[in-house]
């Protein structure tokens, strides 16, 4: 779900692109090396602070962590089998942390916005890196998430209106040939407009 935008007039989404995107590399580095739990719930606690000066509403914001709960759950329970309670919760806190900062970035900037910033923060280094192209593929890749959740999506409920249960086989195939079919019309699109030249 990340890549979806959230109206408001907020300081965060009067702030511009760049600056929230070094925000957000900035930040994720010290959360990636907090040292214990308290310290993890403290950048919890002020990631939530992040999404209330946004006034994001919880509806929206609960959507951006979902998708990830089950695979923390998932990780989490591991660590603790191997490692104790404490890795496990510093993996899912660590984890929760840094997806909800994207999700806020993502959330109070529009697409157009981050791609400019990243256009705009590659242009100097024009003679090895294609700007423009950078930031076509960071667009189809934003586009991405939501699309493959969609996708995703739409064969449960198809499975379900048939009264089908099933393997993760099942579910997998049929989402995997509906990403080629859609991945192939996109390339088409790119190029009918020249975009492969």
Known sequence: MIGLYSPGDSLL????AGWKLAGLAIAVVPVALLPSWPWMLGAAGATLVGFLLARVPVRVAAAQIAPVVVIVAIAGALNWIFQGWEAALMLGLRVLVCIALAALVTL?????????????????????????????????TIRAVPLMHELVRAVLEARKARGAEGSLRA????????ALQTAEAMGEALAARGVDD
């Open 13 to 16: 989404h009067r702030l511009g």
């Open 108 to 140: 109070t900037t529009r697409v157009g916005d981050i791609l400019d910033a990243m256009r705009a923060a590659l242009r100097p280094f024009g003679r090895h890196v294609d700007a423009d192209r950078v930031g076509l593929v960071l667009a189809l």
């Open 171 to 178: 579910i997998a195939v049929p989402v995997v040939v509906r």
